[in-house]
Nanobody, 125 residues
Framework: QVQLVESGGGLVQAGGSLRLSCAAS????????MGWFRQAPGKVREFVAA????????YYGDSVKGRFTISRDNAKNTVYLQMNSLKPEDTATYYC??????????????????WGQGTQVTVSS
């Protein structure tokens, strides 16, 4: 029903920037929470950022506050994650996710109904 496709990952040096995109299709997202999560080898899936599609509040994990910014473009049905001041510890597969019924904990991956395939981000030192 809902399809999410991430893009924009790659290899970047520490201190550099990347912008990830999540193209969404299938239905309106006006009532959704949209989130970004990441998972590194041997680690659990970690909350990165989220927003309400309708606008207003944004949310960030402690490890990325002040460095990452989540936003969306309604005309393109696309969510972005601007990542600045990247660190080697940011290396992970980054996933876009959608919560169609935002009554749960937006920091919890289990609250999200739809997931993209992921895009790899590697930060070298």
């Amino acid at each position: 029903q809902v399809q999410l496709v991430e893009s924009g990952g790659g290899l970047v040096q520490a201190g550099g920037s990347l912008r990830l995109s999540c193209a969404a299709s299938g239905r309106t997202f006006s009532s959704y929470f949209m989130g970004w999560f990441r998972q590194a080898p041997g680690k659990v899936r970690e909350f990165v950022a989220a927003l309400k599609w309708s606008g207003g509040s944004t949310y960030y994990g402690d490890s990325v506050k002040g460095r990452f910014t989540i936003s969306r473009d309604n005309a393109k049905n696309t969510v972005y994650l601007q990542m600045n001041s990247l660190k080697p510890e940011d290396t992970a597969t980054y996933y876009c996710a959608a919560d169609s019924n935002p009554t749960g904990n937006l920091y919890n991956a289990n609250a999200y109904d739809y997931w993209g395939q992921g895009t790899q981000v590697t930060v070298s030192s």
